[in-house]
């Protein structure tokens, strides 16, 4: 973790609401600390801490004061499911747009997803920013590079502001997100500590591949 140095990223998110959840707007705080990282406000009362040491997930409700704790099998295996065992890489074109977004100068890609979930982005991605603390996080999975700001592998930055439209089950979602800070201060230990009163939830058991549910 020495060879790291702390982060922290502030972005602005909206978007409409979608399976039942309601419409956001808020922000979105990441705190990434060695192999430690925490998202905080993912989701309605939701947040989320990721320890790569262990290879555990902490996903935290603050309302209920609950913690389900899952593993990178239990993540890798629930994308499999959602993607019906294919993983769509995403594609990127350059727009030839640029533009300077809180001081972070960038360039516009559209990005665009498909599968289960499919989506269209356009993206403003800044080479600004340096990334190598994000990218051992964005590599564990799909669904945690999304959540980490993730890119196709051929581009390298952050994105400093994107608009999407997804389609998910026949549902169209849209997505805005603008990054507001990013600081390098010292972040406390206890950030990532789950609070002592949460109760313990296990994560539910998934069907194996091939067989089927009644």
Known sequence: GSLFADLTIVQKVESSGVMGQPPRNGTMTIYIKGSMAKIENMGPSMSEIVDLDSGKFYMMNATQ??????????IKQFSGMMGNGKVASPTAEKTGNSKTVNGFSCEEYKITTRGLVSSQTLACISDQIDTKDIEKFR?????????????????????????????????????????????KDAIPDSIFVVPPDYQVREMPKLPRPGLATK
Do not use: C, R, W
Request: charged share 20%; no cysteine.
């Open 139 to 183: 590599q564990l999975s799909a669904d945690l590079s999304k959540q980490f700001g993730g890119l196709p592998p051929e581009i390298k930055g952050y994105p400093v502001i994107s608009d999407a439209k997804l389609t998910v089950m026949g549902k169209e979602v849209t997505t805005h997100s603008e990054l507001v800070s990013v600081s």
């Open 65 to 74: 004061k609950t913690v389900m704790v899952m593993t990178t099998d239990n």
